[in-house]
Each structure stands twice: as C-alpha cells, then as structure tokens.
C-alpha cells in the first residue's frame, strides 16, 4: 500500500513549499494541512522539536524542513541520479534556503527600521544569487542534469517573491528563466498551483 | 582508485568541523586545508557561491556545509541504514545546525550589546534543544539506530561549546551523554581531535 503523507504547516510558502512542490511534482497524493496560530501553540509541545513544517508518514513524523524536503526527493526520484549529483542537487537547495532565510528576516523583522533595511539589503543579494546560479545551471531547463529534480522545485519556489517584485527579474538569466519555464511545465506542479491557498511568503 | 578528498575552510570548527569528523569516522585520508582571510578573498571569486566550505573530490567542487556533509555521510556509510532513518538523522543534523547558528550569531555579532544579548539567550536555546534531543534519542549511545551516524558526530560537534562553558552540562541527559561517548570511542574521531588544531568557534 502506497504510504500516506500529511505536511503540517502554517499556511505560508516559506519553510512548507518545497516540500509541497516535490510531493506534487512526484505526482505523490498528500494531505496539506495548513494551521494557525492557536491551533498551533496546541500542537507544538506534543511535536518533536517545537518547530514546523511536520511530516507524517504513516503516523511516524518527521520534523525540520530540509531533512522532510529530501526524504520526499528521495521517495519520488526528484533527488538526483548519483550521489554527486544528490550533492550538487542539496547545495542548490542549501543556497535557495538561505535565500528564504534573507526574505523571512526582511519579512519577519522586529522593527519597521530593521525591516526597511533587510529589505533593502535583498536586492543586491539576490543579484549575486542570480549570478552565481545562472553560472552553474545547466542549459537544459535543469540546474543538475538533463531532468526534473527538487533543486529546480527550490529555485522555483525562491523565485517566487523576486518575480512578484519584478516580473523581469530573469530576463539577464536565460537558464534560469528556462528552470522556472520547466518547473511551471510540470503537470503535478501546475495542478498544484492552481489550487493553493495565497499567503504573503 | 579512492577519491581524493580536499576539505577547505577557515581554521574554525563551526560550519567545517562536522565534515571533517565524517571523513575521520569514516576512515578516510583527506587534506584538511585550512586558510585565513587574505587566502579567502583571493580564492572567493573562484568558488561556487563565494562561501565556504568547499569539498573538491577528483578536483570537482562542491560547496554548502550540509550538501557537503551529508554526500560524505553516504559515501562512509554514516548516513543511517534506510531512507527513513537518513530522514532522521537528517532531522538531527538540521537541528545542530540550527543551534551552531545561535553560537555563530552570538560569536560574530555586530556590536557588544547584541553580543552580550545573544549569549545570554543561548541558555534557554540549549536546555531546550538538550530536552528535545534526549526525548527523541536511542539509549544505545546513538541518537539513531544502533550504530554511529554523522547525527551523532553533529550532536558532538554541537556539544563543544556547551561543554566547554559547562563540562557537567549533559548531567541530567543520560541518552546524550552516553552519544558524546560513542563519539569519544571512535578511534578515527579521536585520532582527529588529538591532533585537530585550536580554534574559537
């Protein structure tokens, strides 16, 4: 019997996404379970770690969102052909993962002062960002080989806010613009997104 | 032929040292090379992201610590026995890091004030952390399974500090005291430390 999956998170893309991306894109039915804040301060000391995205699997569950991320790439083929290639897939991942962590502390800042300046201070990081991964994608739509895998599912996700502020923002990045084309290609992907819920990060 | 294995990073342990004790667990030679700041501006603009470490196998480069990390815990055979428990000790790895954020946050804080501030929070971070850690623990001296997993070398390396500021600190955590042993008892780990040189952080 096919395992079944429940991701538990709040309803932000943030720290759930990619996971939510790879169970879809691996075509894998999943119970996306999206909470609050007072359902929430309930859950959280019966949880492994006080933190979320969770995911249970067959009711044994699993916390910490790079850790269930790859476990999914791995359970649906996403996560790369070798084991060099799994490697360069997770520093792909890694570096989209402190990208979200740049745009969840502009977001999340204590102050408006704060806020103003970690968000100015995105541009230019992102800007490097974009460099450095233009640069070592490959050509074919995939940062890692010729197909699909969940280090494309995390660019597309990272992506998501620098395009909301400026559509363009791939124009000078012709590879990247084409891993973003594959990943809204991806028919699981695509069903996916029509679907969810919207949320500010 | 076995790969050749070239580790670089700053004379530091903080995002370097759990591969290290991969490798030494693992029983596998590698070069350990270790640099200062002017080798590192001069070496950046070369590297993947411009950070390190930096893992070259065969002269191939890899960068993000826990990429890294984790491609060398599958290559000796420490990354957990099934995919399920590589999701585990992925999830303990993660959660080291997350605590080796707060000591790096603390240590390289902009000003004294923030500094002081965020060393005192480190106290509740770490009971905390110790809580969950000896609840989600095996009692076999590995926080996995049965036998060493490189979660077990990043609860280690996680433990330094803490040791350090208090060497009865694992006291009242009979689980994690007995994984700081089978880390201890490891005849390449301890053969790594009796030689590792000082650092910091």
Not at 23 to 48: H, M, Q, S
Not at 54 to 74: F, K, M, N, P, T
Not at 100 to 110: G, H, K, L, S, Y
Not at 144 to 154: C, F, K, R
Request: hydrophobic content about 40%; glycine content about 8%.
């Amino acid at each position: 019997m096919a395992p079944k999956y429940k991701l538990t998170y709040f309803n932000l893309r943030a720290r759930g996404e990619l996971s939510r991306l790879v169970l879809a894109a691996g075509g894998v039915p999943f119970e996306d379970y999206r909470i609050e804040r007072p359902a929430w301060a309930e859950l959280k000391p019966n949880t492994p770690m006080g933190q979320m995205p969770l995911l249970e699997v067959d009711g044994q569950v699993v916390c910490q969102s790079g850790a269930i991320a790859r476990y999914l790439a791995r359970e649906t083929g996403l996560g790369g052909k070798s084991s060099w290639e799994e490697a360069q897939v997770d520093m792909f991942v890694c570096g989209v993962d402190d990208l979200i962590t740049e745009f969840c502390d502009a977001f999340f800042a204590p102050d408006e002062a704060t806020k103003e300046e970690r968000t100015k201070a995105l541009g230019p990081y992102v800007t490097k960002f974009l460099g450095n991964y233009e640069k070592l994608s490959g050509s074919e739509g995939h940062l890692v080989g010729s197909s699909l895998t969940y280090a494309d599912l995390a660019f597309f996700v990272g992506m998501h806010d620098v395009l909301k502020h400026s559509a363009g923002a791939l124009e000078k990045y012709p590879k990247l613009a084409k891993v973003v084309e594959s990943v809204k290609d991806n028919k699981g992907v695509a069903a996916y997104i029509a679907e969810r819920p919207e949320s500010d990060i």
